[in-house]
């Protein structure tokens, strides 16, 4: 069972190809389960990210993309999902009508710390200000504060800090350990992400160590592509579930009105 369950599209303006194209991609390249997940709605870092008009437009285009799916006999289903900007301490800013919408799940993810962006090249140089142990701490504070909230059902790229290069300081290693265990305790699924093979960092989020905890707490996981454009589609799929089977992951989740399903790889 092939699973890919973070996808973009043009409407976070900063993906390209049309929804149509990475649906029949999907379906040649023997993806079972493809779920779109663009940028949810906010009314912060705008230039990134849907509107709310666009976003019954995008949930509208999931409806039609299923019939034509279905309608050409594809193996491929479609899910339908939406990313989450989770930002401490400025909860307000997620919009009630994202966390109600019709959507089969939520990943939340965590890019910024306060108004910085971290893993945008454009804002590299807030590194220089908050440091690598404060911009880790900060983000596991975040990663804890929003499991509780209970609201979403996939965490996105568990250690996305890592991006340009600055890994997790070693001293936080207990910290990494009870964020994932608070992950368990409120059901999320953690999501094994092979956009970071195409970052500088070269590696799948998160690390082989934090999968292996993860296998040990009883965390479940799911995959996902992180595609912006359809080149991207099912990019390091093979290298992920490599990595997965390894640690002695078997089983992967989806979910179908945010009810957690589990499939075997």
């Given at each position: 069972m092939r699973v890919d369950l973070h996808n973009h599209t043009i409407y976070c303006n900063h993906a390209t190809g049309t929804m149509q194209e990475y649906v029949e991609k999907a379906n040649k390249i023997n993806i079972d389960i493809f779920g779109f997940s663009c940028h949810a709605p906010m009314k912060f870092d705008e230039k990134y990210r849907m509107d709310l008009r666009t976003m019954y437009h995008y949930l509208q285009q999931l409806n039609d993309l299923e019939e034509y799916a279905k309608e050409r006999g594809y193996k491929t289903k479609i899910l339908k999902g939406l990313e989450v900007d989770y930002i401490l301490d400025y909860e307000n800013l997620i919009e009630s009508s994202v966390l109600n919408a019709e959507v089969d799940y939520l990943i939340g993810s965590v890019h910024f710390i306060g108004n910085w962006g971290f893993d945008n090249p454009e804002s590299i140089s807030g590194w220089e200000k908050y440091g690598v142990?404060?911009?880790?701490?900060?983000?596991?504070?975040?990663?804890?504060?929003?499991?509780?909230?209970?609201?979403?059902?996939?965490?996105?790229?568990?250690?996305?800090?890592?991006?340009?290069?600055?890994?997790?300081?070693?001293?936080?290693?207990?910290?990494?350990?009870?964020?994932?265990?608070?992950?368990?305790?409120?059901?999320?699924?953690?999501?094994?992400?092979?956009?970071?093979?195409?970052?500088?960092?070269?590696?799948?989020?998160?690390?082989?160590?934090?999968?292996?905890?993860?296998?040990?707490?009883?965390?479940?996981?799911?995959?996902?592509?992180?595609?912006?454009?359809?080149?991207?589609?099912?990019?390091?799929?093979?290298?992920?579930?490599?990595?997965?089977?390894?640690?002695?992951?078997?089983?992967?989740?989806?979910?179908?009105?945010?009810?957690?399903?589990?499939?075997?790889?």
């Open positions: 142990f404060k911009t880790w701490d900060i983000y596991f504070d975040s990663i804890q504060s929003m499991a509780k909230t209970k609201y979403f059902q996939i965490v996105g790229h568990f250690d996305l800090p890592k991006i340009f290069g600055s890994v997790m300081p070693k001293e936080l290693n207990k910290k990494m350990e009870s964020t994932l265990q608070i992950l368990h305790e409120n059901n999320i699924v953690l999501e094994v992400n092979a956009a970071g093979l195409r970052k500088h960092i070269k590696e799948q989020y998160p690390t082989i160590d934090i999968l292996k905890k993860a296998k040990e707490i009883g965390l479940d996981i799911t995959l996902g592509s992180d595609a912006h454009s359809v080149e991207q589609i099912g990019f390091g799929y093979e290298t992920c579930v490599k990595i997965i089977k390894d640690i002695g992951f078997n089983n992967v989740a989806i979910f179908k009105n945010k009810e957690k399903i589990m499939l075997e790889l």
